[in-house]
Nanobody, 124 residues
């Protein structure tokens, strides 16, 4: 199994970035997927999840209205479009596969696959 994130970088507050995650080694099209981030000195924080077909998306309150999760099952790729970025969005962003049921108010509690992460830094 491989999850390879890309697209991170440094951006000014208010800017945008688009993260990508290339998946291989498992059946991507039948897997829900999630983005999880970890800021320096803090624990992992769930950001967003998407169902297998992309018709259902879920977001943490901290990113709702600013971030958009999507997927292309033909390309085995997961995306996270991040707009109106804030300094508090600075973190290492991981592509993950969630385990078990979840919703907006009850995010995933476990993940069985993780990528290596891509760094997002929001600073002026």
């Amino acid at each position: 199994v491989q999850l390879v994130e890309s697209g991170g970088g440094m951006v000014q507050p208010g800017g945008s970035l688009r993260l990508s995650c290339a998946a291989s080694g498992f059946t991507f099209s039948t897997s829900d997927m999630s983005w999880v981030r970890q800021a320096p000195g803090k624990g992992p924080e769930w950001v967003s999840s998407i169902n297998t077909g992309g018709s259902c998306t879920y977001y943490a309150d901290s990113v709702k209205g600013r971030f958009t999760i999507s997927r292309d099952n033909a390309k085995n790729t997961l995306y996270l479009q991040m707009n109106s970025l804030k300094p508090e969005d600075t973190a290492l962003y991981y592509c993950t596969r969630p385990v078990g049921l979840y919703s907006d108010y009850d995010p995933p509690r476990d993940y069985d696959y993780w990528g290596q992460g891509t760094q997002v830094t929001v600073s002026s």
